[in-house]
Nanobody
Framework: EVQLVESGGGLVQAGGSLRLSCAAS????????IGWFRQAPGKEREGVSC????????YYADSVKGRFTISSDSAKNTVYLQMDSLKPEDAAVYYC????????????????????????WGQGTQVTVSS
């Protein structure tokens, strides 16, 4: 059974840091791409970052570039999202998602930000940023 379990969310002051973890099981970790998404109340789910575990390539939304860092530990089957210089607008429920290699439904440069390109999802972890 495929499982993605997020942890590390919480309440932090603006300017602070959090590290989110996404623990994966039930699939061959190295063959998958893992993405981080977030969804604030009343807003659509937004792609934040993604890592290709086969190639090591990473992707970031412009809104988090330079502040967030995605990394992967294959020994622990875990992907991390280090979030620094947090802003109130970063507050949301953060989800990790996994997709296997294969044809993309929408093979444009922003494919990694499209929720429907992913096969599996975690339950989410809440991030709250106070101003």
């Amino acid at each position: 059974e495929v499982q993605l379990v997020e942890s590390g969310g919480g309440l932090v002051q603006a300017g602070g840091s959090l590290r989110l973890s996404c623990a994966a099981s039930g699939f061959t970790f190295g063959d998958y791409e893992i993405g981080w998404f977030r969804q604030a109340p009343g807003k659509e789910r937004e792609g934040v970052s993604c890592i290709n575990n086969r190639e090591g390539s990473t992707y970031y939304a412009d809104s988090v570039k330079g502040r967030f860092t995605i990394s992967s530990d294959s020994a622990k089957n875990t992907v991390y999202l280090q979030m620094d210089s947090l802003k109130p607008e970063d507050a949301a429920v953060y989800y990790c998602a996994a997709r296997s290699s294969g044809l993309l439904l929408d093979p444009g440069p922003e494919w990694w930000r499209l929720p429907y390109e992913y096969d599996y999802w975690g339950q989410g972890t809440q991030v709250t940023v106070s101003s």
